[in-house]
Structure formats: C-alpha cells, structure tokens
C-alpha cells in the first residue's frame, strides 16, 4: 500500500466523527446514514484502498449486482405477512383473538336498556359514535370504569359472532 495512503488512513483513525462525515460525503457523494466513528472510519478506509488498488471489474460487478437481488433468496417474511398471521387489521394494530369478526354486533342490558354496539374492522360503534375500544363504551354508558370485556361478556378463548 502506498505510504501517503497508510497516512491518510492512520489520521482517520484519530479523526472526529463530524470530520469522519465530511470526509464520508466528499467520498461517496451523500450524507453518511451513521454517526458512528467506527462504522465511518472503515468505510471511508475501504473506500481509499478500493481507489488506490481499483474498482471490481465490471463482470464482478453484475454478479455482486445478481447476487444482491434478493427476491428470491428473502431471509425474512415482510411484515405484511406477519401482521396476517397476526391477525393485525390493515391500520397495523394488533386485533385482540377474543374479538368477534367486524361487523359483528354485541349487545348488552344495562339498567333497563339494551346496549348493542358494531364491531368495525378499527374499533367500535356506538349511538353513531366510533370507540377505540369497549372499555370506552362501557365507562360512556354507565359513567365509571369498566373492562370492556367483562362488561360485554366476552370471556377469554370464546369467540363471538
């Protein structure tokens, strides 16, 4: 390796991180995604010993480019397939397993009236009003805290329709 280049990389290594990412940008013509002293200095060392020595020829470049597309040789599922097997609606919350389908209805009797609320696919329907969860329901009809739950009479495991 030539000196002036063994130089210029033993002074990165004391260098400062904003130093490191000036010198990043100059290099790869972008903003560096870390602030990482480490993670700059290596890459900023490659990148100066990759100039000095040269670049991949350019059929070494197309099969790293191959090798890179990875679509067939995914390693991991995307989210949307977790959230499927979830049961996470499509806003990405979790839906609880003891909820019935949306569109269901659940009703209750509380002081002579019958409370009957919609299940939608993000929440609950009640008196025209949208809820973000039962236990709301519950405490908007009798005026104290409820679990939602327990004051629909929905019970771990059961589901309802």
Same mark, same amino acid.
């Given at each position: ?6 130089k ?14 000036n ?5 790869f013509?972008?903003?560096? #995604?870390s602030a990482?002293?480490?993670?700059? +200095? ?6 100066? @010993?990759?100039? !000095? &020595? =040269? ?15 990875d ?15 979830e ?11 003891r909820?019935?389908e #949306?569109?269901?209805?659940l009703?209750?009797? +509380? ?6 609320? @919609?299940?939608? !696919? &993000? =929440?609950?329907?009640?008196?025209g009003a ?32």
């Amino acid at each position: 390796m030539d000196p002036a280049l063994e130089k210029e990389i033993e002074r990165l290594r004391q260098s400062k991180v904003k130093e490191l990412q000036n010198r990043y940008r100059e290099l790869f013509g972008e903003d560096s #995604p870390s602030a990482n002293r480490e993670h700059l +200095y290596r890459r900023i060392a490659w990148r100066l @010993q990759a100039r !000095e &020595t =040269g670049d991949l020829s350019e059929r070494a470049q197309q099969r790293a480019t191959e090798l890179a597309d990875d679509a067939e040789l995914r390693r991991r599922a995307p989210p949307s397939f977790w959230r499927a097997i979830e049961g996470r609606t499509s806003a990405g919350t979790c839906r609880d397993s003891r909820l019935p389908e #949306p569109g269901a209805r659940l009703t209750r009797s +509380y002081q002579e009236r019958t409370i009957e609320v @919609q299940v939608l !696919e &993000t =929440g609950f329907e009640y008196n025209g009003a949208v809820y973000a969860s039962l236990s709301a329901i519950a405490h908007q009809v009798t005026g104290t805290r409820w679990n939602g739950f327990l004051f629909f009479g929905i019970h771990k495991g059961a589901r309802r329709g």
